[in-house]
């Protein structure tokens, strides 16, 4: 089992942030009829200016050390299948190599972030992180 930098309590944390953020995205906005134009709103709630729930997720990722902005992309690639447990080096010098851009924004474009961090801590033998029940 390859060590984590990030601290358990806090990778439940945020994991738990990031299921309230993009738990919201697939959410179906009701049409009231009237006119469209008058009618307009954001595509999904996350889409919503001044959502302080994704600016504060986004800030404290950005706050986070290197390394741990690494751990949680490589996370996120073994828990989709694109490295194995295995592979788990490979995957950070990757996420190392690869870094540009904020790192919250490229976690956040991809819908199920959070179920694919807790199979890559479930991937690499810390599921413990994780019971607490909810996943």
Do not use: C
């Amino acid at each position: 089992m390859d060590e984590l930098s990030i601290n358990s309590e806090y990778m439940r944390r945020l994991i738990d942030k990031l299921r309230a953020v993009m738990g919201r995205e697939g959410e179906v906005m009701p049409e009231i009829g009237g006119n469209a134009s008058d009618d307009e709103r954001p595509m999904t709630l996350q889409e919503t200016e001044g959502d302080l729930l994704l600016e504060e997720l986004e800030e404290e990722i950005e706050a986070m050390d290197e390394d741990h902005r690494i751990e949680l992309v490589a996370l996120m690639w073994v828990g989709r299948g694109d490295f194995s447990a295995g592979e788990w080096q490979e995957a950070l010098e990757l996420a190392r190599e690869r870094q540009e851009g904020p790192t919250a924004r490229y976690l956040l474009s991809h819908p199920r972030v959070a179920d694919q961090i807790a199979s890559g801590l479930e991937g690499l033998g810390h599921s413990h992180i994780l019971q607490d029940g909810l996943y």
